[in-house]
Structures are given as C-alpha cells and as structure tokens.
Nanobody
Framework: QVQLVESGGGLVQPGGSLRLSCAAS????????IGWFRQAPGKEREAVSC????????YYDVSVKGRFTISRDNTKNTVYLQMNSLKPEDTAVYYC????????????????WGQGTQVTVST
C-alpha cells in the first residue's frame, strides 16, 4: 500500500525553524520526484519545493528560496524540508506528494499525497 506521512509541523514564532518529514511506505521514494506543497485557508495549493529521484534536480518557490532546503535520506525512505527564518505568510498545511515525472511542480502530475501537517508561524 502506497503511503506518505508528513510530520514535524507545529507552532513557531517568526524567525524560527521547523523540519518537516515525509516518510514513504509501499514504494521506494528514490524512484520518484517528491514535492512539498502548501495550502493556506482560502488559497490554492502551491508548490513549495521538489526534489528529483536523483536528488540533483531541485526546485524552490521564489518565496522560500534561501530559507527552505529539501533533502532526502534514501536509507530511511524519507524526504525532509528544513524551514528556516519562518514568516507568518508561511502558515499553511504542508503536504508531500510523489510524481513519476522527472521535473514537475504541477499538482496534477502527483499521484499520491500525504494527509498534511499544519505549520503555524505566529507570535
């Protein structure tokens, strides 16, 4: 059974850090592009960062570039999103998803999704 499980979300003050984890089961995560998306209330789901199966192709939305880092640990079948210098506008539910496409950020290209983890940046 293919499953993606996110964890690591929570409440953090502006300027703080969180590390999100996306643990995969039922398939080898390093065979797929893995993406992190987020959705804030009243807004569309948007791509935050993606990493290719070879870990050499990465993408960051301009709003997070320089603050977020995506990485993968194939031995743990897990992808991480290190989030630093968090801002209130980063508040959203964060999802990870997998895609068979080599390089894509289109949500429609991702066939399996996790349940999401809430990130709240607030004083």
């Amino acid at each position: 059974q293919v499953q993606l499980v996110e964890s690591g979300g929570g409440l953090v003050q502006p300027g703080g850090s969180l590390r999100l984890s996306c643990a995969a089961s039922g398939f080898r995560l390093d065979y797929y592009t893995i993406g992190w998306f987020r959705q804030a209330p009243g807004k569309e789901r948007e791509a935050v960062s993606c990493i290719g199966s070879d870990a050499e192709v990465t993408y960051y939305d301009v709003s997070v570039k320089g603050r977020f880092t995506i990485s993968r640990d194939n031995t743990k079948n897990t992808v991480y999103l290190q989030m630093n210098s968090l801002k209130p506008e980063d508040t959203a539910v964060y999802y990870c998803a997998r895609s068979n496409y080599i390089a894509t950020i289109r949500p429609a290209d991702f066939d399996s999704w996790g349940q999401g983890t809430q990130v709240t940046v607030s004083t």
